[in-house]
Protein backbone atom coordinates (compact mmCIF):
# COMPACT_ATOMS: atom_id res chain seq x y z
CA UNK A 1 0.00 0.00 0.00
CA UNK A 2 1.11 3.47 -0.49
CA UNK A 3 1.39 5.78 1.94
CA UNK A 4 -0.34 9.16 1.65
CA UNK A 5 0.63 11.29 4.75
CA UNK A 6 -1.67 14.18 6.60
CA UNK A 7 -0.61 15.45 9.34
CA UNK A 8 -3.76 16.62 12.04
CA UNK A 9 -2.99 19.37 14.24
CA UNK A 10 -5.76 20.68 16.27
CA UNK A 11 -5.01 24.40 17.45
CA UNK A 12 -6.44 26.93 20.50
CA UNK A 13 -5.34 30.03 20.34
CA UNK A 14 -1.50 29.10 19.69
CA UNK A 15 -0.65 31.07 16.33
CA UNK A 16 3.26 31.53 17.38
CA UNK A 17 3.09 27.75 18.18
CA UNK A 18 1.87 27.01 14.61
CA UNK A 19 4.31 29.52 12.74
CA UNK A 20 7.35 27.71 15.04
CA UNK A 21 5.76 24.24 13.62
CA UNK A 22 5.69 25.08 10.26
CA UNK A 23 8.49 26.39 9.91
CA UNK A 24 10.05 23.28 10.77
CA UNK A 25 7.71 21.58 7.83
CA UNK A 26 9.86 23.43 5.83
CA UNK A 27 13.11 22.06 6.49
CA UNK A 28 11.86 18.45 6.39
CA UNK A 29 14.50 15.91 4.79
CA UNK A 30 12.55 13.72 1.69
CA UNK A 31 10.88 14.28 -1.06
CA UNK A 32 7.40 13.39 0.18
CA UNK A 33 4.28 14.41 -0.18
CA UNK A 34 2.03 15.03 2.98
CA UNK A 35 -1.04 17.86 3.68
CA UNK A 36 -1.01 19.41 7.03
CA UNK A 37 -4.62 20.03 8.15
CA UNK A 38 -4.82 22.86 11.04
CA UNK A 39 -7.99 22.80 12.93
CA UNK A 40 -8.89 25.72 14.76
CA UNK A 41 -10.65 24.77 17.96
CA UNK A 42 -12.92 27.46 18.57
CA UNK A 43 -9.87 29.93 19.08
CA UNK A 44 -9.90 34.05 19.71
CA UNK A 45 -6.67 34.01 18.39
CA UNK A 46 -6.89 32.18 15.32
CA UNK A 47 -3.69 31.84 13.14
CA UNK A 48 -5.09 32.31 10.13
CA UNK A 49 -2.21 35.06 8.60
CA UNK A 50 0.29 32.33 9.78
CA UNK A 51 -0.86 29.75 7.67
CA UNK A 52 -1.68 32.49 4.58
CA UNK A 53 1.78 33.21 5.28
CA UNK A 54 3.18 29.35 4.56
CA UNK A 55 0.38 28.43 1.69
CA UNK A 56 3.11 28.99 -0.93
CA UNK A 57 5.37 26.25 0.12
CA UNK A 58 3.40 23.55 2.10
CA UNK A 59 0.06 21.96 1.03
CA UNK A 60 -2.17 23.29 3.66
CA UNK A 61 -6.01 22.69 4.21
CA UNK A 62 -7.33 25.21 7.31
CA UNK A 63 -10.41 24.75 9.37
CA UNK A 64 -12.21 26.62 12.04
CA UNK A 65 -14.97 25.46 14.38
CA UNK A 66 -16.74 25.42 17.03
CA UNK A 67 -14.47 24.33 20.82
CA UNK A 68 -15.16 20.87 21.47
CA UNK A 69 -11.65 19.71 22.56
CA UNK A 70 -8.71 18.26 21.16
CA UNK A 71 -9.75 15.07 20.60
CA UNK A 72 -13.22 15.63 18.86
CA UNK A 73 -11.00 18.43 16.43
CA UNK A 74 -8.69 15.85 15.95
CA UNK A 75 -11.54 13.37 14.88
CA UNK A 76 -12.96 16.44 12.65
CA UNK A 77 -9.48 16.62 10.90
CA UNK A 78 -8.87 13.29 10.11
CA UNK A 79 -12.21 13.17 7.70
CA UNK A 80 -11.37 16.01 6.03
CA UNK A 81 -8.25 14.69 5.25
CA UNK A 82 -7.35 13.56 1.73
CA UNK A 83 -4.16 10.54 2.83
CA UNK A 84 -4.78 6.99 3.72
CA UNK A 85 -2.42 7.51 6.90
CA UNK A 86 -2.22 10.44 9.90
CA UNK A 87 0.05 11.64 11.79
CA UNK A 88 -0.90 13.81 14.99
CA UNK A 89 0.77 16.27 16.22
CA UNK A 90 0.25 18.73 18.81
CA UNK A 91 0.59 22.57 18.00
CA UNK A 92 3.96 23.21 20.97
CA UNK A 93 5.97 20.13 18.74
CA UNK A 94 8.48 20.84 16.32
CA UNK A 95 9.74 17.90 14.01
CA UNK A 96 13.63 17.22 13.37
CA UNK A 97 14.04 17.19 9.39
CA UNK A 98 14.61 13.59 9.61
CA UNK A 99 11.43 12.90 11.09
CA UNK A 100 8.93 11.69 7.90
CA UNK A 101 12.62 9.68 6.33
CA UNK A 102 11.80 7.53 9.80
CA UNK A 103 8.36 7.53 10.13
CA UNK A 104 8.79 5.73 6.03
CA UNK A 105 11.11 4.13 6.96
CA UNK A 106 10.02 1.66 9.60
CA UNK A 107 6.22 1.74 8.29
CA UNK A 108 8.13 -0.04 4.87
CA UNK A 109 9.69 -2.19 7.12
CA UNK A 110 7.71 -3.18 9.67
CA UNK A 111 4.14 -1.70 8.86
CA UNK A 112 1.64 -1.00 12.03
CA UNK A 113 -1.61 0.51 11.80
CA UNK A 114 -0.79 2.93 15.02
CA UNK A 115 2.47 4.48 16.26
CA UNK A 116 4.01 6.85 18.64
CA UNK A 117 7.24 8.38 18.81
CA UNK A 118 9.16 9.89 21.96
CA UNK A 119 9.66 13.47 22.66
CA UNK A 120 12.96 15.41 23.37
CA UNK A 121 13.63 18.73 24.77
CA UNK A 122 15.19 21.48 21.87
CA UNK A 123 18.57 23.01 22.57
CA UNK A 124 16.21 26.36 22.23
CA UNK A 125 13.94 25.30 25.47
CA UNK A 126 14.26 27.34 28.42
CA UNK A 127 15.48 25.53 31.61
CA UNK A 128 12.02 25.11 32.97
CA UNK A 129 11.11 23.09 29.90
CA UNK A 130 14.38 20.58 29.65
CA UNK A 131 14.06 19.75 33.50
CA UNK A 132 10.05 19.02 32.91
CA UNK A 133 11.18 17.17 29.79
CA UNK A 134 13.77 15.16 31.86
CA UNK A 135 10.98 14.18 34.49
CA UNK A 136 8.63 13.06 32.00
CA UNK A 137 11.17 11.39 29.76
CA UNK A 138 13.92 9.71 32.32
CA UNK A 139 13.98 5.99 32.71
CA UNK A 140 14.37 6.97 36.31
CA UNK A 141 11.03 8.18 36.66
CA UNK A 142 7.96 7.45 35.48
CA UNK A 143 8.32 8.97 32.00
CA UNK A 144 10.88 6.35 30.89
CA UNK A 145 8.12 4.46 28.47
CA UNK A 146 8.34 7.29 25.65
CA UNK A 147 12.29 6.68 24.83
CA UNK A 148 12.82 2.49 26.16
CA UNK A 149 13.30 0.63 22.72
CA UNK A 150 12.74 -2.28 25.40
CA UNK A 151 9.01 -1.71 26.34
CA UNK A 152 7.77 -1.99 23.54
CA UNK A 153 5.15 -4.59 23.63
CA UNK A 154 1.54 -2.96 23.83
CA UNK A 155 2.74 0.86 23.83
CA UNK A 156 0.55 3.34 24.15
CA UNK A 157 1.06 5.93 21.73
CA UNK A 158 0.87 9.84 23.50
CA UNK A 159 -1.27 12.52 20.71
CA UNK A 160 1.48 14.95 21.18
CA UNK A 161 3.23 12.33 18.37
CA UNK A 162 1.31 9.78 16.83
CA UNK A 163 0.39 7.75 13.86
CA UNK A 164 -3.07 6.23 13.21
CA UNK A 165 -4.14 4.85 9.71
CA UNK A 166 -7.20 5.83 8.00
CA UNK A 167 -8.42 2.38 8.14
CA UNK A 168 -7.92 1.94 12.18
CA UNK A 169 -9.70 5.48 12.42
CA UNK A 170 -12.78 4.59 10.78
CA UNK A 171 -12.54 1.26 13.06
CA UNK A 172 -12.40 2.96 15.89
CA UNK A 173 -14.56 6.14 14.89
CA UNK A 174 -11.29 7.74 16.73
CA UNK A 175 -10.84 9.68 20.17
CA UNK A 176 -13.11 9.73 23.00
CA UNK A 177 -14.73 13.02 24.83
CA UNK A 178 -12.47 12.20 27.47
CA UNK A 179 -9.42 14.51 28.02
CA UNK A 180 -6.38 13.92 29.02
CA UNK A 181 -6.55 10.14 28.49
CA UNK A 182 -8.19 10.16 24.83
CA UNK A 183 -4.85 8.55 23.35
CA UNK A 184 -4.20 5.72 25.86
CA UNK A 185 -8.10 4.86 25.59
CA UNK A 186 -8.19 4.97 21.58
CA UNK A 187 -5.16 2.30 21.94
CA UNK A 188 -7.24 0.19 24.46
CA UNK A 189 -9.77 -0.23 21.79
CA UNK A 190 -7.39 -0.86 18.87
CA UNK A 191 -5.90 -3.62 20.39
CA UNK A 192 -9.38 -4.96 21.32
CA UNK A 193 -10.19 -4.81 17.76
CA UNK A 194 -7.13 -6.84 16.78
CA UNK A 195 -5.06 -3.42 15.32
CA UNK A 196 -0.82 -3.26 16.76
CA UNK A 197 0.73 -0.35 17.86
CA UNK A 198 4.52 0.49 18.40
CA UNK A 199 6.69 2.92 19.36
CA UNK A 200 9.23 3.87 16.77
CA UNK A 201 12.14 5.84 18.48
CA UNK A 202 13.66 7.35 15.52
CA UNK A 203 10.46 9.33 14.97
CA UNK A 204 10.48 11.79 17.88
CA UNK A 205 10.05 15.33 18.34
CA UNK A 206 10.82 18.54 20.07
CA UNK A 207 8.01 19.15 22.62
CA UNK A 208 7.89 22.31 24.08
CA UNK A 209 4.49 21.65 26.68
CA UNK A 210 4.14 25.50 27.24
CA UNK A 211 3.74 25.09 30.77
CA UNK A 212 4.49 26.45 34.39
CA UNK A 213 5.15 24.96 37.27
CA UNK A 214 1.65 25.93 37.97
CA UNK A 215 0.22 24.58 34.81
CA UNK A 216 2.36 21.31 35.13
CA UNK A 217 0.57 20.24 38.10
CA UNK A 218 -2.42 20.60 36.98
CA UNK A 219 -1.19 18.30 33.53
CA UNK A 220 0.06 15.70 35.70
CA UNK A 221 -2.80 15.57 38.07
CA UNK A 222 -5.19 15.25 35.33
CA UNK A 223 -3.35 12.38 34.21
CA UNK A 224 -3.59 10.44 37.33
CA UNK A 225 -6.79 11.96 37.61
CA UNK A 226 -8.15 9.87 33.80
CA UNK A 227 -6.03 6.49 34.83
CA UNK A 228 -8.96 5.62 37.41
CA UNK A 229 -11.30 6.10 34.73
CA UNK A 230 -9.87 4.06 31.99
CA UNK A 231 -9.14 1.55 34.57
CA UNK A 232 -12.85 1.19 34.98
CA UNK A 233 -13.79 1.67 31.34
CA UNK A 234 -10.95 -1.16 30.33
CA UNK A 235 -10.13 -3.39 33.40
CA UNK A 236 -7.79 -6.21 32.18
CA UNK A 237 -5.34 -3.01 31.61
CA UNK A 238 -5.02 -2.21 35.19
CA UNK A 239 -1.25 -2.39 36.25
CA UNK A 240 0.36 -2.08 39.56
CA UNK A 241 2.91 0.36 38.18
CA UNK A 242 0.23 2.81 38.23
CA UNK A 243 0.08 3.16 42.00
CA UNK A 244 4.09 4.07 42.38
CA UNK A 245 3.47 8.13 42.21
CA UNK A 246 0.56 7.80 44.94
CA UNK A 247 2.84 5.28 46.85
CA UNK A 248 5.99 7.29 46.57
CA UNK A 249 3.81 10.79 47.73
CA UNK A 250 2.39 8.93 51.02
CA UNK A 251 5.71 6.87 51.54
CA UNK A 252 7.82 10.51 51.19
CA UNK A 253 5.13 11.96 53.69
CA UNK A 254 5.31 9.04 56.30
CA UNK A 255 9.34 9.57 56.17
CA UNK A 256 9.21 12.94 56.82
CA UNK A 257 6.71 11.98 60.21
CA UNK A 258 9.18 9.09 61.15
CA UNK A 259 12.10 11.77 60.79
CA UNK A 260 10.59 14.15 63.79
CA UNK A 261 10.88 11.31 66.21
CA UNK A 262 14.52 10.18 64.93
CA UNK A 263 13.46 7.52 62.52
CA UNK A 264 15.66 8.66 60.09
CA UNK A 265 16.37 5.71 57.60
CA UNK A 266 13.15 5.95 55.31
CA UNK A 267 14.13 9.60 54.70
CA UNK A 268 17.98 8.49 53.80
CA UNK A 269 16.38 6.66 51.33
CA UNK A 270 14.17 9.25 49.82
CA UNK A 271 17.14 11.33 49.58
CA UNK A 272 19.55 8.65 48.07
CA UNK A 273 16.60 8.66 45.03
CA UNK A 274 16.83 12.13 44.84
CA UNK A 275 20.42 12.29 44.54
CA UNK A 276 19.73 9.36 42.09
CA UNK A 277 17.47 11.95 39.72
CA UNK A 278 20.07 15.24 40.24
CA UNK A 279 22.58 13.17 39.30
CA UNK A 280 21.45 11.55 35.93
CA UNK A 281 19.43 15.42 34.82
CA UNK A 282 23.38 16.60 35.44
CA UNK A 283 24.29 13.75 33.00
CA UNK A 284 21.72 14.43 30.44
CA UNK A 285 21.43 18.42 30.50
CA UNK A 286 25.16 19.04 31.59
CA UNK A 287 23.17 21.79 33.47
CA UNK A 288 23.61 22.58 37.02
CA UNK A 289 20.55 24.57 37.49
CA UNK A 290 18.39 22.08 35.35
CA UNK A 291 19.42 19.41 37.37
CA UNK A 292 18.24 21.22 40.73
CA UNK A 293 14.70 22.32 38.84
CA UNK A 294 14.68 18.37 37.54
CA UNK A 295 14.08 17.36 41.36
CA UNK A 296 11.40 20.04 41.79
CA UNK A 297 9.76 18.88 38.42
CA UNK A 298 9.86 15.60 39.67
CA UNK A 299 8.28 16.62 43.04
CA UNK A 300 5.58 18.25 40.69
CA UNK A 301 5.05 14.90 38.80
CA UNK A 302 4.64 12.31 41.48
CA UNK A 303 2.77 14.50 43.28
CA UNK A 304 0.12 16.02 41.55
CA UNK A 305 -0.27 12.19 39.62
CA UNK A 306 -0.60 10.24 42.72
CA UNK A 307 -3.01 12.63 44.35
CA UNK A 308 -5.07 12.57 41.23
CA UNK A 309 -4.59 9.13 40.71
CA UNK A 310 -5.44 8.57 44.84
CA UNK A 311 -8.38 10.88 44.83
CA UNK A 312 -10.35 9.29 41.56
CA UNK A 313 -9.42 5.93 42.81
CA UNK A 314 -11.82 6.37 45.95
CA UNK A 315 -14.39 8.40 44.69
CA UNK A 316 -15.14 6.03 41.22
CA UNK A 317 -15.40 3.95 44.60
CA UNK A 318 -17.59 5.11 46.44
CA UNK A 319 -20.01 7.16 44.25
CA UNK A 320 -22.18 5.53 42.37
CA UNK A 321 -22.47 7.79 39.24
CA UNK A 322 -20.77 7.86 36.23
CA UNK A 323 -17.27 9.63 35.59
CA UNK A 324 -18.93 11.67 33.55
CA UNK A 325 -20.31 13.19 36.18
CA UNK A 326 -18.07 12.85 38.77
CA UNK A 327 -15.30 14.32 37.08
CA UNK A 328 -16.90 16.84 34.60
CA UNK A 329 -13.63 18.88 33.69
CA UNK A 330 -11.92 15.85 32.32
CA UNK A 331 -14.64 15.84 29.53
CA UNK A 332 -15.54 17.69 26.71
CA UNK A 333 -18.88 18.00 25.23
CA UNK A 334 -18.63 16.88 21.62
CA UNK A 335 -20.73 19.93 19.34
Known amino acids: MELRFSFIIPVYNRPIEIEELLESFSKLNGTFTYEIVIVEDGSSITSEAIIDKYK ?3 DIAYYFKPNSGPGDSRNFGMRKAKGNYFIILDSDCLLPSNYLIEVSKHLKQSYVDCFGGPDKAHQSFTNLQKAIDFSMTSVITTGGIRGNKISLDKFEPRSFNMGLSKKAFEATKGFGNIHPGEDPDLSIRLWGLGFKTTLIPEAYVYHKRRISWSKFYKQVN ?8 LNTWHPQTKKVTYWFPSVFS ?4 IALLLAAFKIYLPIYLVLFYYCLV ?4 LLKTKHLIIAFQALLALSIQFFGYGYGFLKSTILLSIKKD ?11 KTK
Open 278 to 281: FISA
Open 322 to 332: TPENIFPHLFF
Open 250 to 253: LGVI
Open 56 to 58: QQL
Open 222 to 229: KFGSVRPI
